[in-house]
């Protein structure tokens, strides 16, 4: 008779031997996504650059006002924009993002000049893997978050936009496993998470931040300054003298 602790033995050294085999392919493949993406790096179909000139309108319309107020048209095209470059991601590799979301687009004032802005993100994912299939089904959040100031030019003496680095790395980006496929494949799950996060750090880095940056760039010194608008302090005592 086979003896219960050679079975226990044989599938423990199955089980390592086959984590061991995803975790050598996910990271080749991992090392091929970035190196495409990284390829990619300032190659914009006409498409995303028509959603990003009609962002800026958009946002260059709501300076006109005297008073800025949000609206859900920016919003609406960070998420065309979001998810076109996530169209790429889709097509070259075995994760599906989909169903973007961009709740608001948040500036908040650090000072008259300057602000932080926040662009919070989420999605839904799907983590394909050979031989396997679809492995997991993910909730993807994550906030993408830069700054803006206002500066004089040294030499113009004009005010010029000033963005600052766009922050980011794997552990701030949220991923919430909704539905796995196979409970037994804890491994191939986990590789999928990490394969995930490690991409949408990649693309966070080599897509979304530049797009951003090239954005706020493009803006006018006193749209931007409207979007900024006032600190919070100065808000709170403007309203407790009222």
């Known amino acids: 008779m086979f003896q219960l602790w050679k079975l226990v033995l044989l599938c423990g050294l199955l089980a390592g031997t086959s984590a061991s085999l995803l975790n050598n392919r996910g990271n080749s493949f991992l090392r091929t996504v ?46 065309q924009l979001i998810s076109r470059i996530f ?6 590799t075995r994760v599906r993002i989909r169903n973007v979301q961009v709740p608001d687009i948040k500036f908040e004032a650090t000072s008259d000049n300057s602000a932080d802005v926040t662009i919070p993100i989420t999605a839904d994912v799907t983590v394909n ?20 100031s206002i500066e004089t030019d040294a030499e113009t003496g004009d005010p010029k936009v000033v963005v600052g680095e766009c922050t980011n790395n794997p552990e701030s980006i949220s991923l919430t496993v909704l539905h796995r496929r196979f409970r037994l494949l804890s491994d191939a799950v986990d590789l999928g998470v990490n394969l995930v996060r490690q991409l949408v750090s990649s693309v966070v880095h080599n897509e979304l931040c530049p797009r951003i940056r090239e954005l706020l760039e493009s803006l006018d010194a006193e749209c931007v300054k409207k979007l900024i608008g006032e600190p919070q ?10």
């Open 87 to 92: 169209q790429e991601v889709n097509s070259d």
């Open 129 to 148: 893997l050979p031989l396997l299939g679809d492995i997991v089904d993910l909730g993807l959040k994550v906030d993408l978050q830069t700054s803006v």
């Open 233 to 242: 302090n100065t808000q709170q005592e403007t309203e407790a003298r009222k």
């Open 34 to 79: 970035n190196s495409g993406l990284e390829s990619r790096l300032g190659i914009f179909d006409s498409t995303s650059e028509i959603i990003l000139q009609r962002l800026k309108t958009e946002l260059e319309s709501r300076c006109l006002d005297e008073v800025v107020e949000e609206t859900q048209e920016s919003e609406n095209l960070l998420e």
